[in-house]
């Protein structure tokens, strides 16, 4: 035997998501990198669903933020940082 399911979500207009890439997980907790006035500082985050590569923001980020999107797990706040523009 076997069955086709479809699963109906809720979407959301104007829903704030970053890719899996940029958040940092620690047991129970899972937070971002950003870039703050050079410098790397670490935001806790509350998420929502994760559709693909993406994890919808319910809390922690407004959307002005400049998040680290790669390897954010190996940078430690305080540490200096640089925004590079996004290559051709």
């Not at 704030?16 to 985050?45: E, F, M, N, Q």
């Not at 590569?53 to 390897?71: H, M, N, Q």
């Amino acid at each position: 035997m076997h069955v086709t399911v479809q699963i109906r979500m809720d979407q959301g207009k104007d829903v704030l998501t970053i890719p899996v890439s940029a958040i940092v997980r620690d047991a129970d907790t899972a937070r971002c990198c950003l870039v703050v006035s050079g410098r790397i500082k670490y935001r806790p985050l509350v998420l929502g669903f994760r559709s693909g590569d993406d994890f919808e923001i319910v809390s922690g980020l407004s959307g002005v933020e400049r998040v680290v999107k790669t390897r954010a797990a190996g940078l430690k706040p305080g540490q200096p940082a640089e925004r590079l523009p996004p290559a051709p």
